[in-house]
């Protein structure tokens, strides 16, 4: 995929419920004040940026994959796509051969090298697009369709949709599946650094140094944002201390801000002391005007 020429920011943590969607819509909100930006929801199988929409979507369009579908006519029974398939999506069952479309993984290979030219690649709906618009802020929401087994070629074609619609817009931020596995891996593939977001517990220092090791491998620049700051303990400060790890802001504990984002309202034009957190991430990141 085409490296975009924006400003690519990824909002990702070690696991779920830490407030990465909380801070990425916020900063979104409260940098587009100031300059164009899109915030695109990558968490494909559970979006929810959309709540803090009050409009529908200006638009949505269906996505799809491609996949073969067996010609009964032209199959002579070679055997050749069951060999060639190394993710294992396609069987021969007596004479039969079934496609898992769940396993596929759309590398044509079955389909190109049947030599009878009895797997043609068929679309097939994956989810869907949608978009809003409200003056310098952009939302693009990924959705899987429900039952789909996998997340990963949903998340590419949310990535080719802005790398072809929005490559004006100078900023763009992600708002990525929790977790390490390979939906969060693919969300910031291509970004050009990254924001962690944790919180001050064993369990969100555990997921940290996951999501730490992670960023190591894949050589990405990455910093650290505390969220419900003065809930635990320290260890998640000494371990960034340790390790050398930036600590972009710390969000204090409030109330207040959950039940604000609890009814899908921003908080940062609310509470004043997160919008100095989201101002403190914003100059550490260069994102000052």
């Known amino acids: 995929m085409t490296k975009r020429p924006v400003h690519s920011i990824a909002v990702a943590s070690g696991k779920g419920g830490t407030g990465k969607t909380l801070l990425a819509t916020n900063l979104a909100a409260k940098i587009s004040r100031d300059m164009p930006v899109v915030l695109a929801d990558l968490d494909v199988e559970e979006p929810n940026t959309s709540v803090f929409m009050a409009d529908p979507p200006k638009t949505t369009t269906d996505q799809y994959k491609l996949i073969p579908e067996w010609d009964q006519g032209k199959c002579v029974l070679c055997d050749v796509c069951t060999t060639v398939c190394r993710f294992h999506a396609i069987v021969k069952l007596g004479e039969m051969i079934?496609?898992?479309?769940e396993l596929c993984h759309s590398c044509y290979a079955c389909s190109e090298l049947c030599?009878?030219?009895?797997?043609?690649?068929?679309e097939h709906k994956i989810g869907t697009i949608s978009t809003?618009?409200?003056?310098n802020f952009t939302l693009v929401e990924s959705r899987l369709e429900v039952g789909e087994e996998q997340a990963v070629p949903m998340i590419h074609l949310a990535q080719q949709h802005l790398s072809d619609q929005y490559q004006k817009t100078p900023l763009h931020i992600y708002d990525c599946p929790p977790g390490t596995s390979c939906p969060m891996v693919a969300s910031v593939k291509e970004v050009d650094e990254v924001i962690l977001v944790t919180e001050p517990t064993p369990f969100g220092l555990n997921d940290l140094k996951l999501a730490v090791e992670?960023?190591?491998?894949?050589?990405?620049?990455f910093g650290v944002v505390i969220n419900r700051y003065g809930i635990g303990d320290t260890a998640v400060e000494e371990y960034c201390e340790k390790e050398k790890i930036p600590i972009l802001a710390r969000v204090r504990f409030d109330r207040?801000?959950?039940s604000l984002y609890s009814r899908g309202e921003m908080v940062f034009d609310k509470i004043d002391h997160f919008a100095e957190a989201l101002s403190e991430i914003q100059t550490r990141l260069g994102l000052n005007l």
């Not at 030599?115 to 068929?122: I, S, V």
């Not at 992670?214 to 620049?221: A, F, H, Q, W």
């Open 132 to 135: 809003w618009q409200k003056d």
């Open 98 to 101: 079934v496609v898992f479309k």
């Open 115 to 122: 030599p009878e030219q009895a797997l043609p690649m068929k």
């Open 214 to 221: 992670t960023m190591r491998l894949m050589e990405k620049p």
């Open 256 to 258: 207040e801000i959950a």
